[in-house]
């Protein structure tokens, strides 16, 4: 990964770290193992460990200010193991140079034909001996070199990506501006009844969670009558959006190798060991096969559709936007905040990803002026946003989100959170909605995603990724729900933007009131 511009340059500190002994790191790690299973056929990471090596303090500052704790050693470890390295290095270079000399002493001719200097102290078999115990000791350091690599590869494959300078630091995001006005919801200005969406769920027969909870389980549910055809039309009016910029439609996989998400930043178990995927129970028969994983978003088999493989940069940007179904494990407790839709295993989202030119190349990374490829793109995923949420009447608060928010793979991210009245007494009401990561190379160089550059005489670079939600069904759809109930009414408006895709219903009624009205 490429350090972003904030980070121009190593401070005096990790200069002067890395002119000194490293103490407390052990010599070995007798329960190294790889974080995850990545079989021969899979991409090979390539990490920009040089970075690493000559940053430990910046990497371990970065996992501070990140909360990954158990990672801030990580990049000192790494320089540990590349002086152990480097130590192997030598001693196996003595050692070839050596069993250069003996080949050569066994190649002379007049050895062969015994005509040896009386003085030479040379034998042949004990030139043999030498020369076996050459190459079993060669045997072992490179042994030990495999090793040292793994151990370096998978230190730096734990790191997250280095942190944006428009990122807070800490726990706090930067409000940085609103949608749409905020609804009345003192008592003593407005007469208007709040409800929770799984009240007006219930009433008008669009969400039934006991019968998914006898089928599935808890955190799951059912969309019936208007709700499973608003849910389409949220999926068909977030399409439509993006495609009228330029983004093209993908219907992706839900199921990748468990090492495809892992490049993405997704592990089966986040830094806290909590379960963050579903992994998928194979035959005995598929034993043999790398490992899958159900996709908790269409971020991760969009980054891996251009796995392996070499862009050409005049056809960057790649602009792309799927619809899937995600699957969440939600790890954790689970209360009367997250109850309905807002935090469930399956759902419907529209996701936008890109692959951008890098925003610095070789020899450029700390230049005063750079020019940013992957900026444009990111103001655009967000413009996208708005004008979904603005369009369906939601009110929202647009945030910078802090260092600790931030997942492994994102170097920046903004979250757009809307106006839950049921979350009123949680965080104020606010409730995320929808989310853009900024990337850099991180997921590329993970996938061995390059791009061309015939500018720069057809040398092979890693290109930019970003991803963004374009619409998160389960919440917004929750959002309209509670923020149009017409509680005397017993109805809920639908936006009109939607209403193409519905048929040109404008009202939900209750059953009970289409029921007296047909009569």
């Not at 969440?328 to 529209?350: N, P």
């Not at 109805?491 to 939607?498: E, M, Q, R, S």
Request: aromatic fraction near 8%; hydrophobic fraction near 35%; proline fraction near 5%.
């Amino acid at each position: 990964m490429r350090a972003p511009s904030n980070y121009s340059s190593a401070c005096a500190l990790c200069r002067n770290r890395l002119l000194r002994p490293i103490h407390g790191v052990h010599q070995r790690n007798p329960g190294f193992r790889r974080a995850y299973v990545r079989p021969s056929t899979a991409p090979k990471p390539q990490l920009d460990m040089k970075h690493i090596r000559l940053s430990p303090g910046l990497y371990e500052q970065n996992c501070i200010d990140r909360n990954y704790k158990a990672q801030s050693k990580n990049a000192w470890k790494v320089l540990e193991l590349f002086e152990q390295w480097k130590g192997c290095q030598v001693d196996a270079r003595q050692l070839r140079e050596r069993g250069n000399v003996l080949r050569r002493l066994l190649a002379n001719v007049a050895f062969r034909s015994g005509e040896i200097e009386k003085d030479s102290n040379m034998d042949k078999e004990a030139l043999h001996a030498e020369g076996k115990e050459i190459k079993e000791k060669l045997s072992s350091i490179e042994a030990k070199e495999k090793e040292l690599v793994e151990q370096m590869d998978s230190l730096a494959l734990e790191l997250p990506n280095l942190t944006s300078r428009h990122t807070p630091v800490g726990t706090e995001p930067d409000v940085i501006g609103y949608i749409n006005k905020h609804p009345a919801i003192d008592s003593d200005s407005t007469d208007r009844v709040w409800r929770s969406h799984v009240y007006i769920g219930s009433e008008l027969g669009l969400l039934d969670f006991a019968g998914a909870a006898t089928s599935s389980g808890y955190g799951w549910y059912y969309l019936l009558d208007e709700g499973a055809l608003m849910e389409q039309a949220l999926v068909q009016y977030a399409l439509s959006v993006a495609r009228k910029r330029g983004w093209k439609a993908v219907s992706p996989p839900s199921m990748v190798y468990s090492h495809i998400a892992a490049a993405c930043g997704f592990q089966p178990r986040d830094q806290n060991g909590e379960q963050q995927i579903y992994a998928i129970e194979q035959a005995e028969k598929d034993k043999a096969k790398p490992p899958m994983v159900l996709a908790g978003t269409a971020e991760i088999p969009l980054a891996g559709l251009k796995a392996g493989q070499n862009l050409e940069d005049v056809d960057l940007p790649v602009k792309l936007v799927g619809v899937n179904r995600c699957y969440r494990a939600e790890a954790g407790g689970r209360g009367t905040d997250t109850k309905g839709l807002y935090r469930v295993h399956e759902f419907t989202k529209v996701e936008m990803f890109a692959w951008t030119l890098p925003d610095t190349t070789e020899g450029e990374a700390f230049a005063e002026e750079q020019k940013s490829y992957s900026e444009p793109i990111f103001n655009e995923m967000l413009d996208i946003q708005k004008e979904i949420l603005e369009s369906l009447g939601l009110h929202c608060r647009i945030l910078e989100m802090p260092s600790t928010d931030l997942g492994a793979s994102a170097t920046r991210k903004r979250d757009i959170e809307a106006f839950f009245p049921s979350r009123i007494e949680k965080d104020g009401g606010w409730g995320e909605v929808t989310s853009t990561s900024m990337c850099t190379d991180y997921q590329s160089r993970r996938l061995q995603t390059k791009v061309r550059l015939e500018k720069a005489g057809r040398k092979l670079e890693f290109p930019y990724t970003l991803n963004g939600t374009a619409l998160a069904v389960p919440r917004v759809l929750a959002a309209i729900l509670e923020n149009n109930w017409d509680d005397k009414n017993m109805n809920v408006t639908i936006p009109k933007v939607l209403r193409p895709w519905m048929g040109g219903i404008e009202v939900i009624e209750s059953k009970k009131k289409q029921s007296e009205r047909v009569q």
